[in-house]
């Protein structure tokens, strides 16, 4: 696709359900992000993928949330146990290089998750 | 820690007016900045960056933003806006080598005919 596409664009748990978040990137982009925006604020890191490699995971909030990408292209951010502060839009980005921040950032649209 | 602050939680003007959105950062080092914005419904999408040379950077949509070292600020300017400016405009700092991003609060634009 012409740029990163997120799924579902919203979701609904019960407290207590596990949610699957999943991110295509753009094709053949070597950097993979994920970040957490709750309402209100601005997106917060959660973590980061070269190619398959997880090699930042300091923003992921709890062992609830993991995140993965085996191939090396399509993510998932998995969150267990959801709890009601886990309400949020997850973002996901890709960068065509392996990061450094002169790399643009190519945000998809979000999935927002309520935990009710 | 590096750290980034919008001080103005919402703005409103008119348009055609002047428009002028206020950054402030903490970073030890010569910081990467962007201006991101977020339209309703919307992806994150990228304004302008600066990394090091001229301090004024051009960006799309008729955007520029100014680096002032010494007040540590990143202000994000036009000239004219437009009623499709109407978002939420996001200030953001680079940190580590592989693209790390310590993003603002956020201004919220209002637009007004």
């Known amino acids: 696709g012409a740029g990163v596409s997120q799924s579902p664009r919203y979701k609904v748990a019960k407290r207590g359900q596990d949610v699957a978040l999943r991110c295509d990137p753009i094709?053949?982009?070597?950097?993979l992000f994920w970040y957490q925006q709750a309402l209100g604020q601005g997106p917060e890191f959660l973590t980061y993928?070269?190619?398959?490699?997880?090699?930042?995971k300091s923003g992921l909030p709890s062992d609830r949330f993991f995140a993965e990408r085996p191939e090396g292209s399509v993510s998932t951010l998995k969150i267990q146990r959801t709890q009601q502060e886990d309400s949020a839009v997850y973002l996901c980005?890709?960068?065509?290089?392996?990061?450094?921040?002169?790399?643009?950032?190519?945000f998809g649209p979000g999935t927002r998750l309520t935990v009710l | 820690a590096q750290s980034v602050t919008q001080p103005d939680i919402h703005i409103t003007v008119s348009e055609g007016a002047s428009l002028e959105l206020r950054c402030n950062y903490s970073?030890?080092?010569?910081?990467?900045l962007f201006w991101y914005v977020q339209s309703p419904g919307q992806g994150l999408q990228l304004l302008l960056k600066?990394?090091?040379?001229?301090?004024l950077v051009q960006g799309i949509k008729g955007f520029e933003a100014e680096f002032k070292r010494s007040q540590s600020s990143f202000n994000l300017r036009k000239p004219s806006v437009h009623w499709s400016d109407a978002a939420e405009y996001f200030c953001?700092?680079?940190?580590?080598?592989?693209?790390?991003?310590?993003f603002g609060p956020g201004t919220s634009l209002s637009v007004i005919p």
């Open positions: 970073y030890g080092a010569t910081p990467y």
């Open positions: 980005a890709s960068s065509l290089l392996r990061g450094g921040a002169t790399d643009t950032q190519y």
């Open positions: 993928f070269q190619n398959e490699a997880q090699l930042d």
């Open positions: 094709s053949g982009h070597v950097s």
């Open positions: 953001a700092v680079g940190v580590t080598s592989y693209d790390k991003v310590i």
């Open positions: 600066y990394f090091s040379g001229d301090t």
